[in-house]
């Protein structure tokens, strides 16, 4: 019920500023998040709760509309939308969203309490977050697992355990530096193989290999226990893999994933190279059944990250995982 609403100014404000930026755009959706976000931190925004006093849901509709419009004339001489459309549309969708909104934080709350698990998926990533991100190409909020708390109402005592989700290699969608990023063949065939386009726009994905760098560092802000390693049989095809254990910036190596937007974008990786497996492991739900070199290829990533790889993806489907850790193994009853 705290939920803020996306209006159709903010996606169109999204829009002219990303077309405005030209060559130095920032990569968005063009959803209209950012905006969005923009209004809920000026205290202007209009949220779920609204939906259920329809006056006020109209009135507050209204108010932000003029207020965007007027925003829109002066930055881009557009005349905006009409309050009377944003609000029809509202109208419309009402009777649909209203039955679903409630006190979350206190549903959640209530699931624990009972007994329950509560299982929190995160958004995006750990480098798309907005204050530990490669800003400014970041989205606008806390995509680490401290959202969890921020955005549920979770107290962070209550949080047990964190996953963290990692590719066998490295993707990015949209502008932002990338490290690893191979613009070649290597590149060409993991986003063919891995099938890497966003899901929102449809847009090519940047690919390259495993940055252990950067999983470091997202180990370090998220507190990770386990990771759940997918799309390992995309490297299938491969004689050789590489991970990237350091940057050299100027003759200068570095361990840590350095905050200064100059640094990556100047910064060679440094790799190590593993041998290849050149076997189709699609589908292999048995750690046993593993080439060596795959195995030996999750062994590194492990050393190198810190943290154990709890679950194994080697294909799209759900059973095609394997599940590594016990503790995991006994709550899905394997």
């Not at 500023?17 to 950012?34: D, L, N």
């Not at 062994?299 to 993806?313: D, F, K, Q, Y």
Request: net charge neutral.
């Amino acid at each position: 019920d705290r939920a803020h609403f996306i209006l159709p100014h903010h996606v169109l404000l999204d829009q002219l500023r990303e077309q405005r930026r030209g060559s130095e755009k920032i990569g968005t959706t063009g959803r209209g998040i950012g905006p969005c976000y923009e209004s809920k931190y000026n205290r202007e925004g209009v949220r779920a709760i609204f939906l259920k006093n329809p006056k006020q849901l109209e009135a507050e509709l209204i108010r932000l509309s003029e207020s965007k419009n007027r925003h829109l004339k002066a930055l881009f001489g557009h005349d905006g939308i009409a309050p009377e459309e944003v609000v029809r549309r509202f109208q419309e969708l009402a009777p649909e969203i209203e039955p679903l909104v409630t006190d979350t934080a206190a549903l959640v709350q209530e699931t624990i309490r009972s007994g329950k698990r509560v299982l929190c998926e995160g958004a995006q990533g750990t480098l798309l977050d907005v204050d530990h991100g490669t800003y400014p190409f970041v989205t606008s909020s806390n995509s680490t697992a401290g959202g969890a708390c921020t955005g549920l109402g979770i107290p962070p005592t209550q949080i047990k355990t964190v996953i963290g989700v990692y590719k066998a290699y490295c993707t990015r969608v949209g502008e932002g530096p990338f490290v690893t990023e191979q613009k070649n063949e290597t590149g060409d065939l993991i986003r063919e193989r891995g099938h890497e386009y966003g899901t929102t726009t449809g847009r090519p994905r940047r690919c390259g290999w495993f940055d252990a760098v950067a999983a470091r560092y997202s180990v370090r802000l998220n507190g990770m226990e386990g990771i759940a390693l997918t799309l390992l049989d995309v490297l299938d095809a491969f004689d050789e893999v590489k991970v990237c254990v350091a940057y050299d910036v100027n003759g200068e190596r570095l361990t840590d994933f350095p905050a200064a937007p100059w640094i990556l974008e100047t910064a060679v990786p440094v790799y190590e190279t593993l041998p290849g497996w050149r076997r189709e492991i699609y589908g292999t739900t048995d750690w046993d059944a593993l080439p060596s070199n795959a195995k030996s290829y999750v062994r590194r990533l492990e050393a190198l990250t810190g943290v154990p790889v709890a679950i194994l993806s080697t294909g799209p489907d759900r059973a095609h995982t394997i599940v590594r850790d016990a503790g995991l193994r006994g709550l899905l009853g394997q």
